[in-house]
Every structure is written in structure tokens, then in C-alpha cells.
């Protein structure tokens, strides 16, 4: 069974600095994909970035970048120049390649941009 | 463009009450649909997804169902809804595999 587990319920930032939130994920595959997912007040569940399994490059975003560390199963999202609007809950989700996009996702960390 | 949505946004139900949520996609054909349950301040856990019109997967033994009467139309339901079904339900649909999902706004369920 796949199991994703973001370790940081809480974490706060200034405006315009840096954060990364961590995610770390428990898997036998070697063929999968992760992703970030934003949910802000709004309760919409937005995408943020996605990365696969099989390409050694970090995804990045704009100001969202990832740190992929396949062998150690870690998956961090990495959030520069942050804004107030990053203000949000933040959910790590895995996917199996070819397993009907089934989603298995952590229980999220909220982030606070404070001005 | 694809869109999806979902209705209503914020339900008020009676312990025993029958319940219908409805999701619908746009600007696409045969998409995975999912409807996911989000407990207040947790993750989401996906409850059914389906590949096609008439077949659901459940995920979890609960009060509820689904069902896909059309391509691009997923219902949530419930004959008699319980005080744990409260919650914010998400509907979610992807393309065909290796395609991330992308969400409804959700409803939210409050269960009196």
C-alpha cells in the first residue's frame, strides 16, 4: 500500500521569504508521479506542480520548485518570494503510473504568509 | 476548456435525510470522475472513482454511494445520511491515465 506523510501540520513564513514544506511517501512502485496541490480558504483544490518518478530534474513553477529525492522517498515543495495569496492548505499526493490516476494524498500542512 | 462543477455548495441535512450531490464535467469525453470526503482539518479520502459510465469503484465501506447515469455526470448519495457524513465533499475528474486531477469547489455538508 502507498502511504504519503507530510510531518509539518503548521508552518508560517514572512512575506517574501523562502519556505519548504516537506512529504515523504512510502511506495514499492518505481513508476509513479507526486504532486502539490494548494487549497486555499476558498476550499478550491488547485494544482501546483507535478513531478515524475522517472525524470531525475526538479519540477519548478514559477516560485514553486520541488526537491525529489527518489531514493530516499522525499518529495518537498519549496516556496520563494512568498505572498500573502500562498496562504493555504498544502497537500502531497501520489499517483501510480497506469492505476486510474488513483491519488493517495497527505493530510496536508497549512501555511501562513504573514505579512 | 474543461470545467467542472459541483452543487450544492453548502447543504444542511437532517440525521436520516436522503442526499444527492451532483458533479459535472465540461469540454471533455470519458474522463475519470472521483468523489472525495475531507473531514475539517484532514486530508481528503477518496470514497468512488469511476472509468466509465455505470462502473463505480468504492474505496471504503460507508453510508454512501455513486453512481454515473451520463459520460460527464457523477451523483454522491445517501438514503439516509448519519452525523459522520458531515464534511466537504470534493468531486474531482482527470483525462485518461498518468493525468493529474483537477477539482470541483465542493459542498459542504453539515448533518443536524
Known amino acids: 500500500a502507498q502511504t504519503v506523510t507530510q510531518s509539518q501540520p503548521e508552518m508560517s513564513v514572512q512575506e517574501a521569504e523562502t519556505v519548504t514544506l516537506s512529504c515523504t511517501y512510502d511506495t514499492s512502485e518505481s513508476n509513479y508521479y507526486l504532486f502539490w496541490y494548494k487549497q486555499p480558504p476558498s476550499r478550491q483544490m488547485i494544482l501546483v506542480i507535478r513531478q515524475e518518478a522517472y525524470k531525475q530534474q526538479n519540477a519548478t513553477e514559477n516560485r514553486f520548485s520541488v526537491n525529489f529525492q527518489k531514493a530516499a522517498k522525499s518529495f518537498s515543495l519549496k516556496i520563494s518570494d512568498s505572498q500573502l495569496g500562498d496562504t493555504a492548505m498544502y497537500f502531497c499526493a501520489f499517483m501510480k503510473r497506469h492505476n486510474f490516476n488513483k491519488f493517495y494524498f497527505g493530510s496536508g500542512t497549512k501555511l501562513n504568509v504573514k505579512p | 476548456s474543461q470545467t467542472i462543477h459541483q452543487w450544492p455548495a453548502t447543504l444542511v441535512q437532517p440525521v436520516g435525510s436522503p442526499l444527492s450531490l451532483e458533479c459535472t464535467v465540461e469540454?471533455?469525453?470519458?474522463?475519470?470522475l472521483y468523489w472525495y470526503r475531507q473531514a475539517a482539518g484532514r486530508g481528503l479520502q477518496l470514497l468512488f472513482y469511476?472509468?466509465?459510465?455505470?462502473?463505480i469503484s468504492s474505496e471504503v465501506p460507508q453510508n454512501l454511494s455513486a453512481s454515473r447515469p451520463q459520460d460527464r455526470q457523477f451523483i454522491l448519495s445517501s438514503k439516509k445520511l448519519l452525523l459522520s457524513d458531515s464534511g466537504f465533499y470534493l468531486c474531482?475528474?482527470?483525462?485518461?491515465?498518468?493525468?493529474?486531477?483537477?477539482f470541483g469547489d465542493g459542498t459542504r455538508l453539515s448533518i443536524l
Open positions: 469511476s472509468v466509465g459510465i455505470g462502473q
Open positions: 474531482a475528474w482527470s483525462r485518461r491515465v498518468n493525468q493529474p486531477q483537477h
Open positions: 469540454g471533455t469525453s470519458n474522463p475519470n
